[in-house]
């Protein structure tokens, strides 16, 4: 069965600081592993995806994720964050057999200034 | 193309009425999700449905719930006899199947208010 556990529920950070968001997977085969952005009200935004190439993904808005099979984790990271970074974040799991996407229950990313 | 369009954006239904959620998919699309997104919850899985077809409805409620794709038209996400524990957003993604390469594109949401 697949799974998604992002391990932190909140995340606040100041202005030009890194971001790190962290993702768990559980999977039985390779999968295709997905981060969203939600702004306010709004709806889901691809910020990027891994399919097997690359293990590190680069993404909109200076994100990025690296897959790491051994750690079983794909975690988001930001060199510098920016006001406009805030927002919820959610980890994807799909393996395409299932035909499902699985969502983590999300990280709420707060920056101050 | 406009994307997966949602509407209503908002929609307000009294406790036993009946709520109607359309979702338009992406031009050449022929695959639909819907998820809903309870306060301050994640997405959770409700519905997967191809033109036509219903391939998984594990996460939809066995009552008052139910979900249809046509041939031609929009999906339809219909709660009947709505309770106040439905208030929610509901998203709608679609996506044509491309294998591991398979992306979803969701829409901006229904935001559900059972009063």
Redesign the interface.
């Given at each position: 069965a697949q799974s998604v556990t992002q391990l932190d529920s909140h995340v606040s950070v100041s202005e030009g600081t890194p971001v790190l968001l962290r993702c768990n997977y559980s999977s039985s085969y390779?999968p295709?592993l997905?981060w969203?952005v939600q702004h306010p009200?709004?709806?889901?935004?691809?910020l990027l995806?891994y399919?097997?190439a690359a293990t590190l993904v680069k993404g909109i808005n200076g994100f990025e994720a690296e897959f790491k099979k051994s750690e079983t984790s794909f975690h988001l990271t930001k060199p510098s964050a920016h006001m406009s970074d805030a927002a919820e974040y959610?980890c994807v799991v799909?393996h395409?057999n299932t035909?499902?996407?699985?969502?983590?229950?999300?990280t709420r990313l707060q920056v101050f200034p | 193309n406009a994307g997966v369009m949602q509407n209503p954006r908002h929609l307000v239904r009294r406790r036993g009425q009946e709520a109607r959620l359309r979702c338009s998919p992406m031009k050449g699309h022929s695959?639909v999700?819907w998820?809903r997104q309870l306060p301050e919850?994640?997405?959770?899985?409700m519905v997967?449905l191809q033109k036509e077809n219903i391939?998984?409805e594990s996460g939809m409620p066995k009552e008052r719930f139910s979900a249809e794709f046509p041939k031609e038209g929009p999906s339809i996400l219909r709660i009947q006899q709505v309770v106040r524990g439905d208030s929610a957003a509901y998203?709608c993604?679609s996506f044509t199947?491309e294998?591991?390469?398979?992306?979803?594109?969701?829409?901006?949401?229904t935001?559900l208010t059972v009063v």
């Open positions: 390779s295709s997905f969203y009200n709004k709806g889901l935004q691809l995806k399919t097997s959610f799909n395409y035909d499902k996407l699985i969502f983590g229950t999300g | 695959h999700y998820y919850e994640g997405l959770k899985f997967y391939i998984d998203f993604a199947f294998g591991l390469n398979t992306e979803a594109f969701f829409g901006q949401g935001r």
